[in-house]
């Protein structure tokens, strides 16, 4: 079965040290991999995306996310936390194909400290 | 650009009965999905439409339909609402196909009592 994981419910960083918010998945192919966010109260926004090429992508507000194929692993990154990326992170998949179906990890809420 | 919208907001309905909701899409895009965001199951996918043509299902009962028009405006309809129907149903539109990202409304808060 087709599934994306993020291992850590919570992730705690103080403002300014780096941070990272794990991803895997699990699905078949050369899948399309996404990083949404989402505030209280709100719809996801979206963050970056690799489809193909570079394994390091760089997105939106500083974050980037680093592709491993060989760990089917896809791990957003961000050199310098702030505390207003503190929300609710969410990796998404897509087979791919003619699809735009998206699966979803559980979630991971970044907590930055001041 | 407006952005995806959703309407209406926040919903409340009892047990039996039946819900339709409503998403415009950011202009020019054709593609619309949906999602259902609930804390036990998180974000699963409900439907996928593209030029009128649903495209792709999730796996949800019967209940939940959809269909979307000609200007690639999207309803969704669930009949003989359940409880655990109450959610947050977010839809998201795409200029690409096969879409690549997708961008979200700010979805509509169903609770069913």
């Known amino acids: 079965a087709q599934s994306v994981a993020q291992p850590e419910d919570q992730v705690n960083v103080a403002e300014g040290n780096p941070l990272t918010v794990k991803c895997t998945y699990s699905v078949s192919g050369n899948p399309y991999l996404f990083w949404y966010v989402q505030y209280p109260n709100r719809g996801l926004q979206f963050l970056l995306k690799?489809?193909?090429?570079?394994?390091l992508v760089k997105g939106s507000y500083g974050f980037e996310a680093e592709f491993n194929k060989s760990q089917t692993s896809f791990h957003l990154k961000k050199p310098s936390a702030l505390v207003s990326d503190s929300a609710l992170y969410f990796c998404?998949?897509?087979?791919?194909?003619?699809?735009?179906?998206?699966?979803f990890g559980q979630g991971t809420t970044l907590q930055v400290k001041p | 650009k407006a952005g995806v919208t959703q309407t209406p907001r926040y919903l409340i309905k009892t047990r039996g009965q039946q819900v339709t909701l409503s998403c415009s899409p950011i202009s020019g895009h054709r593609s619309v999905s949906w999602y259902q965001q609930t804390p036990g199951q998180g974000l699963q996918f409900l439907f996928e439409y593209f030029s009128e043509t649903q495209r792709n299902k999730g796996n949800f009962p019967g209940r939940f339909s959809g269909r979307q028009f000609s200007n690639s405006r999207s309803e969704m309809n669930v009949s003989t609402l359940e409880l655990g129907d109450s959610a947050l149903y977010l839809c998201?539109?795409?200029?690409?196909?096969?879409?690549?990202?997708?961008?979200f409304g700010p979805g509509t808060r169903l609770t069913v009592l």
């Open positions: 998404a998949v897509s087979p791919g194909g003619n699809t735009g179906k998206l699966i």
């Open positions: 690799y489809i193909t090429g570079d394994n």
């Open positions: 998201a539109s795409s200029p690409r196909d096969p879409p690549t990202e997708q961008f």
